[in-house]
């Protein structure tokens, strides 16, 4: 079989598409299902009254209300986000426990060694992006972790230390000298869904998302 190319990923290495192996309350769903933004503000906007949050504004139910709600005086407030942003966490380490050889969605044998190399190379994860930035990024982060070494997997989760930079700092270290280069932010098109991406070398065994 021929060496993994990592340098122009194909659609099948979305992570939004893959679906859940495990738990069994998650099983079949998606990443974008569990873990997109939208399904993020649903559950902040469950608790809203538990945030101090206007139940009747939709715009205050927002990831960087559970930010900064993280950091608020009061414990409660502190501790319903806490909750939150850690069971977020937990799912996307289900998700990293679920990035195995038996979990494609195509035929394309590229996509089978992409798994591979998730489940046998892939030994940290950096989180970027803005559910990434401050409290929020920290508490995703080790929840995450912890619950995919709960459950056999292995792997380091950190939040990037510029994780709204994360996507230009890995088009520049992949970047051809003397080429021309143009980066698009995926805040351009809000209304499509955004693909996390994995940028290899010379990091073979870190994927950041």
Partial sequence: MPELCLDNLRPVASLNRRRFLVPPAL????????????????????????????????????PQALNAALGSPDGAVRRAAKAIAAGYGQRLGYLLASMTGGNSVSDDPWEQQYLCHW?????????????????????????????????????????????SLLPLIGVARCHTPGRSLTATSASANPGKPRSPGLCSPPWTSAAAV
């Fill in 119 to 163: 489940e046998h190379e892939v030994d940290t994860v950096v989180l970027g992006g803005g559910l990434a930035s401050g409290a929020l990024g920290q508490v995703i982060a080790r929840s995450a972790q912890a619950s995919a070494q709960q459950l056999g997997r292995s792997i380091a989760v950190e939040a990037a230390q510029h994780p």
């Fill in 27 to 62: 099983a079949g769903k998606t990443a974008y299902d569990v873990l997109s933004t939208r399904a993020l503000v649903a559950a902040i906007a469950a608790r809203a009254l538990d945030l101090g949050l206007s139940a009747s504004d939709a715009d205050a139910a927002s």
